[in-house]
């Protein structure tokens, strides 16, 4: 009888252990179908985004969304192609564009909390003049990349304007003079004149414009949107914000400064 009692014994732990590995083997399957990811395409480069996702923007966006139970995976399209992809749904979003594109592309959804604010600055070799507003580009041959609306919209007349894929066929037009003046991120093109160590090119003061950036989300994602902007709320109040801004960005212009 003793014998039997310690078997109903086993069968019984036996059962437990099984029961319970069973719902850990659930629970762990739950948790990996809880790694949710977004898909956001990228057209900006250096140092707001790169494929190693350690720009400025890439670390913030990551931070933000891991917050909230996400991650972060850019795709590196060009700038049009990139906006259309992801009004079409066939990506999640897009990483970082002026604000009010949903009246052009009405599936996608500004998350209502600026990643940065960007300043749109005129780049030359030779040109020299006071700097009083996109109208002050009229007697002279300038060059934009493709789908940055609001170069595209306010950059309306000129004596000649020029349409790149990239800014590496931006800046060779301005390097080879074939164009007077290019316009462009100022952060953008700080990081890659160094980059490339150019030498000779100047910023025109002030900028033409500056605009609040966003991320947007296609509409599927509209549950997210407030979660979002409340996450990128906490980091700039937190400090965390702050501290990416001082390790990526910061000493660009620092480098930019004393040269």
């Known amino acids: 009888m003793r014998a039997a009692k310690l078997g109903r014994r086993q069968r019984l732990s036996l059962f437990v252990l099984l029961t319970a590995s069973s719902w850990a ?21 250096e140092p707001l985004s790169n494929n190693k996702q350690t720009g400025f923007v890439d670390q913030i966006v990551k931070a933000a969304l891991n917050r909230i139970g996400y991650d972060l995976k850019s795709i590196r399209l060009p700038a049009e192609r990139a906006l259309i992809n992801a009004n079409a749904g066939i990506d999640d979003g897009d990483l ?41 580009l009229k ?42 003046l290019i316009v462009y991120s100022r952060w953008l093109g700080l990081a890659y004149i160094k980059k490339h160590h150019l030498k000779n090119i100047n910023i025109l003061e002030p900028p033409l414009g500056e605009r609040c950036m966003y991320v947007y989300l296609h509409k599927k994602h509209r549950k997210l949107v407030p979660k979002l902007a409340a996450s990128l709320r906490r980091m700039k109040q937190d400090g965390s914000y702050q501290r990416i801004f001082e390790k990526t960005l910061s000493p660009l212009e620092l480098k930019h400064n004393h040269d």
């Open 25 to 45: 083997l659930l629970c762990v399957s739950a948790s990996c179908a809880a790694e949710k990811i977004l898909f956001l395409n990228s057209s900006v480069v």
């Open 139 to 180: 007697p002279w041959s300038v060059a934009i990349i493709t789908g940055w609306k609001i170069l595209e919209q306010n950059i309306t007349e000129t004596a000649e304007l020029t349409k790149v894929k990239n800014a590496d066929l931006l800046f060779t037009l301005l390097r080879k003079d074939r164009t007077d």
């Open 96 to 136: 970082l564009r002026i604000g009010g594109l949903q009246k052009i592309y009405p599936n996608l959804i500004q998350v209502p909390e600026k990643i940065m604010g960007m300043e749109f600055v005129i780049f030359t070799r030779h040109a020299s003049f006071p700097v009083s507003g996109w109208l002050s």
